[in-house]
């Protein structure tokens, strides 16, 4: 048997800081590594001890192994644990730990290799009779040459790919050729290996896992099913355990295949088995053999603290359960918080978090490494957070969570709460009918998930009863708000809409409004510098609010605003409010956030059609096209292959004029 004393997680965010809980409470020391972007991350601040990693680039810092081994051999780290994504599935890495005489938490480096591609990991499936999706691997015109045999759509799969990176659907031919070049960049990029194969696209199929443990002793057991369909960009948003609307006999052959699978290679530690179903047809679909972001719901429906089994395991010890011990427990759901902003097609949204209140309770965890004033930086991917939630039957979880994503609070910042909310009201949803397409098919259909300011007359007040900000009264769009008070009307920019909203003032605290005889009252109840209560006509409201800049961040039952005095616009203001699609003249393409331009399709002189691909802008772990918004010509290109650009950075200039 080994001892683990110290270790080190080569990771980042809420993973680091879950993985060093379990450790506390083991009393095993903790080593965290840093980021410059990520100094005031809470797992810096929860390690016993924190080294700054050097460089600024991914590849400098929490992808450079060789100076995580060096910090890790400085430190005297017994062990390293990965967590998920980053190093977490590279084989060098974990035979890098190994050879340094640490433990690596998880399992050999022979084992990562083999399930780490994609196309080697279908062909053990194939050979023990694991059923796969149809597929084809072969070089670009070999490729499309099958894509053509199989039929369209297909899918487009990096061999090294994970966690939803890598993946590309192509509907035709005409398709083909640049998604299948975006996912080799993709993949070469994040994974080191621009190697892709096809599959058939499978039409609107449940994506199912299986939690394994598995110790050096020979034995290979399951914490059951989770359900994760609920996807955007093929990456997770909502998972649960266990999976609803399942049979056992199908659980029971999902089961069986993943041990079969793990038992073949001689698995160690934790891993995931991951399907997709379709009815009772499954197919196998990939092995992440790491923890994943989602284990906390098999943790809260069995009781089985994961990473503690991880640690337990990497000591040499055997699983201290058997098969028939795990029972399960109730229902757990979990949804991922991202930085994004689901209105403008998930585009991210990084910036400085101006407010942060999570929400809390019994059966209710919150996972994050957000501080009260973080910042969700564009280096890194876009989720902020989960909340996990775990009740008695599937609708009291579902219930609970819908309750605490209306008390999450996050100002600042874009965020899908707003989009999860609506999603998990969904009929399909609560009676547990969802599949890998529902998403987008809920956005294309029936539900716009464009989240209205149902309370705008209630935010409109709040911004008149709120404290001003503490700033020079010269420079303060606050110094006159005894004049605004008095003013019959109150010209408004709510969410950059201007509004006029219509009020009577009694006193500081009395403010009321008519519509049609009847007469609505507002009385600020309490007010501190975050925090107001309003009772409006007998029901008290409680709303949470940051004051910056002359905007006013508002959030109330899980929708949140911006407000500003329309008579206080700034040019920037001015030029977003003012902004038309409609090319007339000429028009300035901006970055719609913080990235690196990964790819330009355009040439000046050029033409392009309404929807044509201008540029790919890579950020927060994702790429995404900048298209033109109507026909027009290319003007000027500002910006080159390579270049780093600020959100609102001027990129490309279009004009209605025929270029010469």
């Not at 270790?7 to 060093?20: C, D, H």
């Not at 797992?43 to 810092?61: C, I, K, N």
Request: net charge negative; glycine share 8%.
């Amino acid at each position: 048997m080994k001892q683990i004393n110290k270790l080190l997680v080569a990771n980042r965010g809420e993973i680091a800081v879950r993985i060093f809980r379990t450790l506390n409470r083991m009393g095993i020391a903790t080593v965290a590594i840093y980021s410059e972007a990520d100094r005031h991350s809470l797992h810096v601040q929860q390690a016993d001890e924190r080294y700054l990693l050097q460089g600024s680039s991914l590849s400098e810092t929490y992808l450079n192994i060789d100076q995580i081994i060096a910090i890790a051999r400085e430190c005297e780290a017994d062990a390293i644990h990965p967590g998920y994504g980053f190093l977490s599935e590279n084989p060098l890495f974990a035979r890098a730990v190994a050879e340094a005489g640490m433990i690596f938490v998880g399992p050999t480096a022979e084992a990562i290799s083999l399930m780490g591609n994609k196309k080697e990991a279908r062909a053990l499936a194939v050979s023990l009779g694991v059923p796969v999706v149809e597929g084809a691997v072969g070089n670009t015109a070999e490729l499309t040459d099958k894509a053509g045999e199989m039929g369209y759509p297909v899918m487009i799969k990096a061999a090294s790919g994970g966690g939803g990176k890598g993946m590309r659907i192509a509907w035709s031919e005409k398709d083909f050729r640049e998604l299948l070049e975006s996912t080799q960049r993709e993949a070469k990029n994040y994974f080191g290996n621009d190697e892709v194969y096809i599959e058939k696209y499978l039409a609107d199929p449940r994506h199912i896992e299986i939690q394994l443990l598995a110790d050096h002793h020979g034995h290979i057991l399951t914490l059951y099913e989770r359900e994760c369909s609920m996807q955007r960009r093929h990456q997770k948003i909502i998972e649960e355990a266990p999976a609803p609307n399942i049979s056992g006999s199908l659980r029971n052959k999902l089961s069986e295949a993943a041990i079969k699978l793990a038992g073949q290679i001689g698995y160690r530690n934790a891993g995931t088995i991951e399907f997709l179903v379709k009815g009772d047809q499954f197919y196998f679909l990939e092995m992440n053999t790491r923890i994943q972001v989602e284990h906390p719901v098999s943790e809260m429906i069995t009781g089985i603290d994961i990473v503690r089994e991880q640690m337990m395991i990497a000591m040499g010890k055997p699983l201290s359960f058997t098969q028939n011990d795990i029972k399960i427990n109730g229902h757990a759901i979990e949804a991922r918080i991202y930085a994004e902003d689901p209105a403008k097609g998930f585009l991210p949204s990084p910036g400085k978090v101006h407010f942060h209140k999570p929400p809390s309770g019994k059966g209710l965890r919150v996972e994050t490494a957000l501080g009260d004033h973080g910042e969700i930086s564009a280096m890194y991917d876009p989720m902020v957070s989960k909340v996990v939630v775990h009740g008695a039957t599937r609708e009291t979880a579902r219930k609970k969570l819908v309750k605490s994503l209306r008390h999450y609070v996050l100002l600042g910042i874009e965020t899908n709460i707003p989009f999860l909310i609506d999603l998990a009201g969904t009929s399909e949803f609560a009676e547990g009918n969802s599949n890998t397409n529902l998403v987008e098919h809920l956005q294309q259909n029936k539900k716009s998930f464009q989240h209205d300011i149902l309370q705008k007359e209630l935010f409109a007040m709040a911004f008149l009863f709120a404290k001003p900000e503490k700033t020079r009264a010269e420079n303060s769009t606050w110094q006159n708000i005894g004049y605004w008070r008095l003013l019959p009307d109150a010209h408004l920019l709510i969410n950059r809409e201007p509004i006029t909203h219509h009020y009577f003032y009694h006193n500081p605290h009395h403010l009321s409004t008519e519509n049609n005889h009847m007469r609505k009252d507002y009385r600020l109840v309490e007010r501190s510098d975050d925090t107001l209560r309003i009772d409006v006509s007998g029901n008290v409201h409680t709303l949470y609010y940051h004051a910056r800049n002359g905007e006013v961040y508002f959030h109330h039952e899980g929708v949140t605003a911006v407000i500003s005095h329309a008579r206080h616009l700034g040019r920037e203001t001015l030029r977003a409010i003012n902004e038309n699609p409609v090319l007339e003249g000429e028009s300035i393409v901006r970055a719609p956030m913080h990235g690196t331009v990964v790819k330009i399709n355009v040439k000046e002189g050029e033409s392009v059609a309404k929807g044509d691909t201008l540029l790919v802008l890579e950020s927060m772990k994702m790429e995404n096209k900048i298209s033109a918004t109507a026909q027009a010509f290319i003007k000027q290109i500002d910006v080159n292959q390579g270049d780093i650009v600020e959100n609102d950075a001027p990129m490309i200039i279009l004009t209605d004029k025929i270029m010469h």
